[in-house]
Nanobody, 126 residues
Framework: QVQLVESGGGSVAAGGSLRVSCAIY????????MGWFRQAPGKQREGVAT???????TYADSVKGRFTISKDNTTNTLTLQMDSLKPEDTGLYYC????????????????????WGQGTQVTVSS
């Protein structure tokens, strides 16, 4: 069975940093693409960053230069380091895995992913 468990969410003031992690069970991270998505109240879920099986990364324009996605193949963990946080970064952050996308370039589209975590809340105050 595939299971994704996020952790590390919390509250931080604007300009601060947070690191959210995702422990992945039932799927070998080394083999598949992964991503982080977020959803604010009343808004659709949007892609934040993705990383392919070959470690190629893709970022949303809104987070480029501030967020870094990475994976640890030994611990089977996905991580999102968030720096210089802004209030508009507030939302429920989900990690996801795709076992269907073959290319090392993984799109920032939720429909490309077929396994999801429960989400972890990130709140950035002004």
């Amino acid at each position: 069975q595939v299971q994704l468990v996020e952790s590390g969410g919390g509250s931080v003031a604007a300009g601060g940093s947070l690191r959210v992690s995702c422990a992945i069970y039932g799927v070998t991270v080394r083999r598949f693409g992964m991503g982080w998505f977020r959803q604010a109240p009343g808004k659709q879920r949007e892609g934040v960053a993705t990383i392919g099986a070959g470690d190629r990364t893709t970022y949303a324009d809104s987070v480029k230069g501030r967020f870094t996605i990475s994976k640890d193949n030994t611990t089977n963990t996905l991580t999102l380091q968030m720096d210089s946080l802004k209030p508009e970064d507030t939302g429920l952050y989900y990690c996801a895995v795709t076992t269907t996308w073959i290319s090392n370039d993984v799109p920032l589209h939720r429909r490309a992913f077929n396994y999801w975590g429960q989400g972890t809340q990130v709140t950035v105050s002004s």
